[in-house]
């Protein structure tokens, strides 16, 4: 198996040694190259958390956590920026798009903040905007364009450095029905022609139901695994649902 990202045995604990929060409980899975993975459980579960530590935002109690053979818990914090920088994308419900920047000047910038020639950003950015379907609104502000816009602008931003992985925190959060099958459709069309590695956070059983295989966490442990397979969505989307009916999970608002 490629693996792309393995997941040893970690913990995270929050507050004093007194009155220490188990978040995530001994954990281990791996993430192969080209997966579309989804993390659900309810709230508290610990999936913002594995997120946070997968992104080199937070770090782990105990445990290791490898990209390719990096042990990302043994790097300094500019290594980690480094890191960060130069294998991740992320993109979260809020969009953090600048207003005072063009959804063109959005996307470039994290080009321009990599020292890339101005020709090749131009040529980059223009591929990412047809690419995510969003060249028409190139030249407007986000204040100007609809949520779903918004959120491909922000996937277009976060594709912009090429990364190894693409994160993602709860991504339909903020969109409606028709904005939020847009963006997933997105999602699975990067994961099966670019065959970018996606590892998703939702609570939305219609968002996970586009992944490949979803993890679902309980009080900072797996305890369920589904794996897509050859199996249509809307099959695929009721396996999820019956998972969630069991643990008190939320099926979410698309449905």
Known sequence: MDHYIRI???????GSASHATKAIDRLSFAVNR??????MGASGSGKTTLLNLLAAIDRVSA????????DITE?????????????LGFVFQEYNLLDTLTMEENISLALTLRGVAKKDVQEASAGLMKLLG??????KFPYQVSGGQKQRCACARALANDP???????????LD???????????????????????????????????????FLRDGKIFHELLRGEKPRQ????????????TGGSAGENL
């Open 177 to 215: 029905s028709l904005s939020s099958q847009t963006l997933l459709e997105t999602f699975e069309r990067l994961n099966k022609t670019l065959r970018t590695t996606i590892l998703m956070v939702t609570h939305d059983a219609f968002s996970a139901s586009y992944c490949r295989r979803i993890l």
């Open 75 to 87: 790097l300094s914090e500019d290594a980690l920026s480094d890191f960060r920088k130069n294998n």
């Open 164 to 174: 190894k992985l693409l994160l993602a925190d709860e991504p339909t959060g903020a």
């Open 63 to 70: 445990g290791h956590i490898f990209y390719e053979n990096i």
């Open 34 to 39: 080209g997966e579309f993975v989804g993390v």
């Open 235 to 246: 099959r695929f989307l009721q396996e999820i649902l019956d998972v969630l009916s069991l």
């Open 134 to 139: 969003i060249e028409e609104i190139r030249d």
């Open 8 to 14: 040893c045995d970690i913990e995270k604990y929050y």
